[in-house]
């Protein structure tokens, strides 16, 4: 069974930018997550998608936004890029709610300069 | 404020030695989940804890959740390279209905030196 895939891998972006990165979950999973991990704050976690909802949220600006597709696949955009937004941001997928199981993909590195 | 302080930040110990690892919270959470990090990966889960009081091991690895579910150990035994990496405790609140509230330290990170 193949994992979670995120694409793409690493992303170089200015200041005021905006940027799309994608994941998909593992095949049959329905939740899907996005963390930021940085240095300084570490893993944080940003919102949860179920069904092509939004369930929860962290608490992040509204520059953070996602959608998750019918077929479970979900993009997360970010907007108005700020140097703080470099960071790796990871998605995880669960079958039903992430706080029983969750398996993280690799990570987008974006680094904005 | 972070909610969940782990310590130590940083273990650097000699292949053989012994560990634990603190994950320390003022406040009461559902269950504890605890993640390995290695380089250019994402966290994999190890194990989640429920019961307050509640004891896991996994091989090596002996996890605690404390009585008043505020806290938790991770307590590692003959420590081999092969568990380097960044140790992550994450506290969950089950809000109930699909909601919650999960909440990640900022991790130790171990190297084991062979």
């Known amino acids: 069974k193949a994992g979670v895939t995120q694409t793409p891998r690493y992303l170089i972006k200015t200041r005021g930018q905006q940027v799309t990165l994608s994941c998909s979950p593992i095949s049959g999973h329905r939740s899907v997550s996005w963390y930021q991990q940085t240095p300084g704050q570490g893993l944080q976690f940003l919102f949860e998608?179920?069904?092509?909802?939004?369930?929860n949220k962290g608490n992040f600006p509204g520059r953070f936004s996602g959608r998750q597709f019918s077929n479970s696949r979900s993009e997360m955009n970010v907007s108005t890029l700020e140097l703080g937004d470099s960071a790796l941001y990871l998605c995880?997928?669960?079958?039903?709610?992430?706080?029983?199981?969750?398996?993280f993909g690799p990570g987008t590195r974006l680094t904005v300069l | 404020t972070q909610l969940l302080e782990q310590s130590p930040q940083f273990l650097s110990i000699q292949e053989g030695e012994n560990l634990t690892v603190y994950c320390n919270s003022s406040?009461?959470?559902?269950?504890l989940q605890w993640y390995r990090q290695e380089p250019g990966e994402g966290p994999v889960l190890l194990v989640t804890v429920v019961t307050g009081g509640e004891v896991k091991k996994l091989k090596r690895l002996t996890f605690q959740f404390g009585d008043a579910r505020k806290d938790s150990s991770l307590h590692i035994t003959a420590a081999q390279p092969g568990d380097t990496g960044l140790y992550l405790c994450a506290g969950v609140k089950n809000s109930g209905a699909g909601s919650y509230q999960l909440t990640f330290g900022k991790g130790t990170k171990l190297s084991v030196i062979p």
């Open positions: 995880a997928s669960s079958l039903t709610v992430p706080i029983n199981e969750q398996f």
């Open positions: 998608y179920f069904s092509e909802t939004q369930r």
């Open positions: 406040s009461v959470f559902s269950s």
